[in-house]
Every structure is written in structure tokens, then in C-alpha cells.
């Protein structure tokens, strides 16, 4: 029985060493087992936990170790595999199935504690491939998992500085025209998504899509924004789709969570449908943008946080930006419609996807964004009202032996009271503040 360290890990130790910066902070670490048998590593205490193929926990870290494998495919997209693990298949023909040479490389269990100064095992050319920045596929049975389009994409958003190479590109392009990509399923689409957007230049991710052609087949909705124009006086980089890569790259500068970049992503979502004779005017974009937004979502299945915040961005970000000329009642209108005064946290995720739309533009990275502190400033004078009392007051009002009907208009009524109180409280606090950014 042999093992290895593999993958991840050892790319990650080479790449901190060329550049003589503390280590990437590689978590997992992926072990390969050559001649063994899943009865040999049951005796040896390891614990079986792969559905499909022979993978097992260490009975003291945990991590998972996989016996050395081939896999063969059998049917169209990410589940069409037979695998092979039987103790004749070596380290070569593991490191083989990988998906890009620079993660087919491998140091032996002992050397794993400083896997930069071990002996590398690599068959495939990958640290020729890191040192040259480049994203080469192993073999061409790369294009036997269409999954590894997206991680590709992925590894680009991660290290930006590396080119993807071109007979790479060329076949993952072949991938796309022969339909590979249409055969993935929701949960892996999105988990490399989510992946991708998280990472260091989220825009580079999208390049390597559209390049290949996948985007066009995975989000068309997002495809469709580049070469659509908008005013130069507001968007000097003109282009939509160059302004959406410019305001994701401003989520991740800001350290933005997810459900945040993924509203910027869909936040202009409405432009790429503008009727041409009104551009580069874009009239009621928010609310299509809106509308593509839940069939984004149902198709790739975005979890509720990410598509319930993308949805308020994608309909108020216009009103966001406008707020800074809204009076006391405006604003509480807006803050009601953003349900922010039940869901504050939300709301300033919310505010900060606009902020990542305001400073994506050329010219305006570095601007600040005064409507963030102001809306702020107006929902801690709204919530400050205490509404219980009012309730009550509108309540007391009613006769007991009202109709019906004025029944039901008391809850309207109770909220018409609220609402002016809340709006009266932004008044004046907006009145009193000596701050430029949040006076009235």
C-alpha cells in the first residue's frame, strides 16, 4: 500500500513557494492509495464512505482517502462513469482522469508535511504549466465531464493571472457544441457558480465561460447584456455587460458574501431585453430584470437567501442610487418595500450590492456612496418608533359595534398610522443631523 498526497495541496504549496508568500490556505487534502483493497484499508481501521467509488475516512483525521482509479464513460453529462479500482491501476493513471495538469500532481505521504521541497511526482507537465500561469487539461478525457467547464471558469476567477490554454479552449468549446453542458444537473451548476462568484476576480470566471460558449447555454440571460449600450453620462464604460464584470470584481474588493454578488450578478438582468429604439435608455429595466431573475433562479435552483436578496436588488437598486433627493416619506416607502424594517441585516446587503453597482463603473471605483449612510440613518429613526402604541390608539377608535366593513379597514388604517409616524420620525431626524450625508 502506497499514498499520496495529491491535487489541491500540492499546487497550492508550489504556487506560495514561486511567489514567496505564506501558503494558500488549501483545507482539504485529497489522498490517493495505490495498491490496496477496500478489505486492506478496512483492516488498516479506515472507514468506507463512497457510493460510487472506494473512498474512506482516516481513523484519526477524517480525510478522505480514494483507491488510485480509471474511469470510463458510459452516458451524457456529470453521472455517466464506470470506474476501475483494482490495485493495478497506478499513480499515472489516476493523476490521468484529473482535470488539469496542475492539479495532477503528487508528493508521497512522507513528504507531505512540506510538499513544495518534495520530490514531485508529475507526469503531466503541471508545475511547467504553473510556472507559466497556464490552465491546460490533463487528457482529452476532460471532455468526458462537462463539470469541469465550470471548474475550469472557477480556477480562472481564482488565480486571474493564468491564461487558459488554447487547445484547451478549443475543446471545451467542442464540449459546448456537442452539447455536453446541456446535460448538467442544477446542484453542480450552482455549487460552481457559488464557487466562482467567491472568488479573487469573479469577471474572469465569466470571460472563459463566454469564450468557450457555455454561457450562452447556462445563462443566456447574462449573455445577451454585453454589446448593449447604456448612457455614457451615467455608465462612461458604456457597455452593459463590461459594467456587470466591473461591479461583481467591486463585490469581491468589498469582501462581499455571497447572496450579495450573486444579486449583482442579476441586478441589470432587465437590460439585455430593452427595446433597441429606446436605447441606451433603459425604461423599466428593474422590473424585467426582476422577471428573468425567477426563471434564473427555478432553473439552477439558487437557494432562498441569494434569490430573495438579488430579487429586492435587482427591483430598488435604481431607487437606491435616486434616494439621496427622496424626502421623509419617500424614503420610508422605499424602506418598506425592501422590508427593511423587519429585516435590517438583509437591507444592508442590499445596500451594499448597490454600492458594488454605484463604484462598477469606470471612473467611479473609488467615489463613495453617501445613499448607504442616509438610508441607514432613515430606518434607525423609523425603527425607532414604537408602533404598539398606535395600534392601539387606532384600534380604540373603532366602535364596538362597527360594520364589518370598517373592520377590515382597520388594519389598513392601523398601518396608513404607522407609516406617517415613521415618516414624521425620518423628518425630523433628517432635519436634525448635522451630517451632510444624512440632513434633509
Same mark, same amino acid.
Given at each position: 500500500?502506497?499514498?499520496?498526497?495529491? /491535487?489541491?495541496?500540492?499546487? !497550492?504549496?508550489?504556487?506560495?513557494?514561486?511567489? *514567496? &508568500?505564506?501558503?494558500?490556505?488549501?483545507?482539504?487534502?485529497?489522498?490517493?492509495?495505490?495498491?490496496?483493497?477496500? %478489505?486492506?484499508? %478496512?483492516?488498516?481501521?479506515? =472507514?468506507?464512505?463512497?457510493?460510487?467509488?472506494?473512498?474512506?475516512?482516516?481513523?484519526?483525521?477524517?480525510?478522505?482517502?480514494?483507491? *488510485?482509479?480509471?474511469?470510463?464513460?458510459?452516458?451524457?453529462?456529470?453521472?455517466?462513469? *464506470?470506474?476501475?479500482?483494482?490495485?493495478?491501476?497506478?499513480?499515472? +493513471?489516476?493523476?490521468?482522469?484529473? !482535470? =488539469?495538469?496542475?492539479?495532477?500532481?503528487?508528493?508521497?505521504?512522507?513528504?507531505?508535511?512540506?510538499?513544495?521541497?518534495?520530490?514531485?511526482?508529475?507526469?503531466?507537465?503541471?508545475?511547467?504549466? $504553473?510556472?507559466?500561469? @497556464?490552465?491546460?487539461?490533463? &487528457?482529452?478525457?476532460?471532455?468526458?465531464?462537462?463539470?469541469?467547464?465550470?471548474?475550469?471558469?472557477?480556477?480562472?476567477?481564482?488565480?486571474?493571472?493564468?491564461?487558459?490554454?488554447?487547445?484547451?479552449?478549443?475543446?471545451?468549446?467542442?464540449?459546448?457544441?456537442?452539447?455536453?453542458?446541456?446535460?448538467?444537473?442544477?446542484?453542480?451548476?450552482?455549487?460552481?457558480?457559488?464557487? /466562482? $462568484?467567491?472568488? %479573487?476576480?469573479?469577471?474572469?470566471?465569466?470571460?472563459?465561460?463566454?469564450?468557450?460558449?457555455? =454561457?450562452?447555454?447556462?445563462?443566456?440571460?447574462?449573455?445577451?447584456?454585453?454589446?448593449?449600450? %447604456?448612457?455614457?453620462?451615467? #455608465?462612461?464604460?458604456?457597455?452593459?455587460?463590461?459594467?456587470?464584470?466591473?461591479?461583481? +470584481?467591486?463585490?469581491?474588493?468589498? +469582501?462581499?458574501?455571497?447572496?450579495?454578488?450573486?444579486?449583482?450578478?442579476? #441586478?441589470?438582468? /432587465?437590460?439585455? &431585453?430593452?427595446?433597441?429604439? @429606446?436605447?441606451?435608455?433603459?425604461?423599466?429595466?428593474?422590473?424585467?430584470?426582476?422577471?428573468?431573475?425567477?426563471?434564473?433562479?427555478?432553473?439552477?435552483?439558487?437557494?432562498?437567501?441569494?434569490?430573495?436578496?438579488?430579487? @429586492?436588488?435587482?427591483?430598488?437598486?435604481?431607487?437606491?442610487?435616486?434616494?439621496?433627493?427622496?424626502?421623509?416619506?419617500?424614503? @420610508?416607502?422605499?424602506?418598506?418595500?425592501? !422590508?427593511?424594517?423587519?429585516?435590517?441585516?438583509?437591507?444592508?446587503?442590499?445596500?451594499?450590492?448597490?454600492?458594488?453597482? *454605484?463604484?462598477?463603473? =469606470?471612473?467611479?471605483?473609488?467615489?463613495?456612496?453617501?445613499?448607504?449612510?442616509?438610508? $441607514?440613518?432613515?430606518?434607525?429613526?423609523?425603527?425607532?418608533?414604537?408602533?404598539?402604541?398606535?395600534?392601539?390608539?387606532?384600534?380604540?377608535?373603532?366602535? &364596538?359595534?362597527?360594520?364589518?366593513?370598517?373592520?377590515?379597514?382597520?388594519?389598513?388604517?392601523?398601518? #396608513?398610522?404607522?407609516?406617517?409616524?415613521?415618516?414624521?420620525?425620518?423628518?425630523?431626524?433628517?432635519?436634525?443631523?448635522?451630517?451632510?450625508?444624512?440632513?434633509?
Amino acid at each position: 500500500m502506497k499514498i499520496y498526497l495529491v /491535487g489541491g495541496a500540492v499546487r !497550492d504549496a508550489l504556487m506560495a513557494q514561486d511567489r *514567496a &508568500t505564506p501558503e494558500t490556505s488549501h483545507v482539504d487534502r485529497d489522498w490517493v492509495v495505490v495498491d490496496a483493497t477496500p %478489505q486492506a484499508m %478496512q483492516e488498516q481501521g479506515f =472507514l468506507p464512505v463512497g457510493r460510487d467509488f472506494p473512498v474512506f475516512l482516516h481513523p484519526q483525521t477524517r480525510e478522505e482517502y480514494a483507491l *488510485a482509479r480509471t474511469e470510463r464513460k458510459t452516458a451524457p453529462g456529470y453521472h455517466g462513469f *464506470a470506474f476501475h479500482a483494482e490495485p493495478g491501476v497506478t499513480l499515472e +493513471d489516476d493523476l490521468a482522469r484529473r !482535470d =488539469l495538469t496542475v492539479n495532477a500532481m503528487a508528493v508521497a505521504e512522507s513528504e507531505a508535511g512540506n510538499p513544495a521541497s518534495a520530490p514531485l511526482i508529475d507526469p503531466y507537465g503541471g508545475q511547467r504549466d $504553473l510556472q507559466a500561469r @497556464v490552465l491546460r487539461h490533463v &487528457t482529452d478525457s476532460f471532455s468526458e465531464d462537462p463539470v469541469r467547464i465550470l471548474r475550469l471558469a472557477r480556477f480562472a476567477a481564482r488565480f486571474p493571472d493564468f491564461s487558459v490554454a488554447p487547445e484547451t479552449l478549443a475543446l471545451m468549446q467542442h464540449m459546448v457544441d456537442h452539447g455536453e453542458v446541456d446535460h448538467l444537473v442544477a446542484e453542480r451548476v450552482w455549487q460552481e457558480l457559488a464557487r /466562482g $462568484l467567491m472568488e %479573487q476576480r469573479p469577471s474572469r470566471m465569466f470571460d472563459v465561460l463566454r469564450a468557450c460558449g457555455a =454561457l450562452e447555454r447556462l445563462l443566456p440571460e447574462v449573455e445577451r447584456l454585453w454589446g448593449v449600450p %447604456q448612457r455614457a453620462d451615467y #455608465h462612461p464604460e458604456i457597455d452593459t455587460g463590461v459594467h456587470l464584470m466591473m461591479v461583481l +470584481d467591486m463585490s469581491a474588493r468589498l +469582501d462581499a458574501p455571497l447572496p450579495v454578488r450573486f444579486a449583482c450578478l442579476c #441586478h441589470d438582468l /432587465g437590460k439585455g &431585453t430593452t427595446p433597441a429604439d @429606446v436605447l441606451p435608455r433603459h425604461i423599466g429595466h428593474e422590473e424585467r430584470s426582476a422577471k428573468l431573475l425567477r426563471g434564473l433562479c427555478d432553473r439552477w435552483r439558487v437557494p432562498r437567501e441569494s434569490r430573495e436578496l438579488a430579487d @429586492v436588488v435587482a427591483r430598488e437598486h435604481g431607487n437606491i442610487h435616486r434616494s439621496a433627493a427622496f424626502g421623509a416619506a419617500a424614503l @420610508v416607502r422605499l424602506l418598506e418595500r425592501c !422590508d427593511a424594517l423587519r429585516r435590517p441585516e438583509r437591507f444592508a446587503d442590499v445596500l451594499l450590492a448597490c454600492e458594488c453597482d *454605484a463604484r462598477g463603473r =469606470l471612473g467611479f471605483e473609488e467615489s463613495a456612496y453617501p445613499q448607504r449612510k442616509r438610508l $441607514l440613518f432613515a430606518l434607525s429613526a423609523a425603527n425607532a418608533v414604537d408602533t404598539e402604541p398606535l395600534a392601539a390608539q387606532v384600534s380604540a377608535s373603532l366602535p &364596538t359595534d362597527a360594520p364589518a366593513q370598517a373592520r377590515a379597514e382597520l388594519g389598513p388604517r392601523i398601518a #396608513h398610522a404607522i407609516h406617517t409616524a415613521r415618516a414624521e420620525a425620518v423628518a425630523v431626524a433628517l432635519n436634525a443631523s448635522a451630517d451632510p450625508a444624512t440632513s434633509g
